[in-house]
Structures are given as structure tokens and as C-alpha cells.
């Protein structure tokens, strides 16, 4: 059973583009969680997905990001107009459909916007 | 809301050193306890775990103890590795109030020297 996996590891932008990072859950996880961690801090709940819909948003910035999970295909998080402060490591979590308190963490995307 | 604080650090040991890193959390309800550890460049790996209060986790030689009455979960290890050089994150995650997200500290650097 793989675990989460994310993409690209390595992600550089320059101000003003868009930064799409993709993460597949572990196989049969319904529940997906992104976080994200700014330097030399830990990491800070961004937004709560199961299939096709938004079941927790309030760590995400009120503009130019936004996240999904599609029936079909891998969840994305999406930034638009990078700016310089959104350089982080996000990372992605699932977890299975029955209530758990356990979350599995892919290998992160490592932003840089120059 | 839910906070979990931790020692700050960073903590260099000789190998063999007992190891202590302080773990103290805020929550609303009754939240599952996690130490996960990230070594450099990775994701983050759970190490161990406790669900109830006088539980104890354990892996690889760490423990951490929930305690309620203090409201912590410091983590120990006898003696400590090189290879146990990484970064420790305290967390905890309430399902019942905060659908699975984990709340988690701002990390301790451990640098083990042999």
C-alpha cells in the first residue's frame, strides 16, 4: 500500500504565477488534509477535504488559494500570483473513511517564489 | 481554540544523553495526543501516539505519557542516537470538535553528537 504521495517535491515560481501541488492519498483514504509549514515553524491547518467537497476551509487565505478533491484524480492546491510569502512546505494528509484521529503525511512540496 | 506548546529549542545531546522535550497542550475537548518527528528535507513520520488520558506511547525507544491532570505529553528516550537527530513535533487532534485536523507545535530541533 503506497502512501501519500505528492508532487511535484520541488516547486519554484516566480511572483505573479500560479503553483498547483497535487497530492493522492494513501488507497482508500476518503479524507484529505493540507497543512502548511513556513520556516522554522510547525505546520498550520489549511483546509479539510473529502471527495468533491469542502468540509473545513478556515486556515486557508481569504484570496488566491484554493483547494479541491475531485471524484477522479488527485486533490490540488492551488495558488494563484505567488508571492514571495507563500514559500513553504505543504504538505498533504489522509485518512480513512471511518472516524479516526490518525492522519498519514506524503513528503511535502517545497515552495519557492523568487 | 486548540494550541499545543512545545520546548523550544534546538537541544544537542552527546549519544547516550537522556532526552526530554516538553509538550504542553490547550484543548476543548478530549484530543488524541501525536510526537511525530521530521528528519531533514522529509515529511513527517509519526513516531507514537495516546488516545486516553494515563496512556502511553511508545516506538523505537521515545515514550510520551498523556497526562491529563497536567495537561502534557513530554517525550523521552533513555538514550539517544546520532540518527535521532531530526525535528520533533507535539500534536493533538479532536475529532468530535475539529473533524480530524491536528494542531501542532512549533517543533524542537534534537542534534545528537556521538
Known amino acids: 500500500n503506497a502512501g501519500v504521495m505528492q508532487n511535484p517535491r520541488h516547486l519554484v515560481r516566480r511572483r505573479g504565477q500560479e503553483a498547483r501541488l497535487r497530492c493522492s492519498p494513501m488507497?482508500?483514504?476518503?479524507?484529505v488534509y493540507w497543512y502548511r509549514q513556513l520556516p522554522e515553524e510547525g505546520l498550520k491547518f489549511m483546509v479539510y477535504?473529502?471527495?468533491?467537497?469542502?468540509?473545513?476551509e478556515s486556515g486557508m487565505p481569504k484570496e488566491r488559494f484554493s483547494a479541491e478533491f475531485p471524484k477522479e484524480g488527485p486533490s490540488i492546491l492551488r495558488i494563484q500570483q505567488v508571492v514571495r510569502g507563500d514559500s513553504a512546505a505543504y504538505f498533504c494528509?489522509?485518512?480513512?473513511?471511518?472516524?479516526?484521529?490518525?492522519?498519514?503525511f506524503g513528503p511535502g512540496t517545497r515552495l519557492t517564489v523568487l | 481554540g486548540d494550541s499545543v506548546t512545545q520546548m523550544e529549542g534546538p537541544v544537542t545531546l552527546s549519544e547516550e544523553a537522556f532526552l526530554t522535550i516538553n509538550c504542553t497542550y490547550t484543548?476543548?475537548?478530549?484530543?488524541?495526543l501525536f510526537w511525530y518527528v521530521q528528519y531533514p528535507g522529509e515529511g513527517l513520520q509519526l513516531l507514537l501516539k495516546?488516545?486516553?488520558?494515563?496512556d502511553k506511547g511508545s516506538n523505537k525507544g521515545f515514550e510520551a505519557t498523556y497526562r491529563k491532570e497536567t495537561t502534557s505529553f513530554h517525550l523521552e528516550k533513555g538514550s539517544v542516537q546520532v540518527s535521532d537527530s531530526a525535528v520533533y513535533f507535539c500534536?493533538?487532534?479532536?475529532?468530535?470538535?475539529?473533524?480530524?485536523?491536528?494542531?501542532f507545535g512549533d517543533g524542537t530541533t534534537l542534534t545528537v553528537k556521538p
Open positions: 494528509a489522509s485518512s480513512p473513511p471511518e472516524i479516526t484521529d490518525t492522519q498519514y
Open positions: 488507497k482508500g483514504h476518503s479524507h
Open positions: 477535504l473529502q471527495k468533491e467537497n469542502i468540509i473545513d
Open positions: 484543548a476543548t475537548g478530549y484530543p488524541s
Open positions: 495516546a488516545t486516553k488520558a494515563d
Open positions: 500534536a493533538l487532534s479532536d475529532f468530535n470538535t475539529n473533524a480530524g485536523k491536528s494542531t
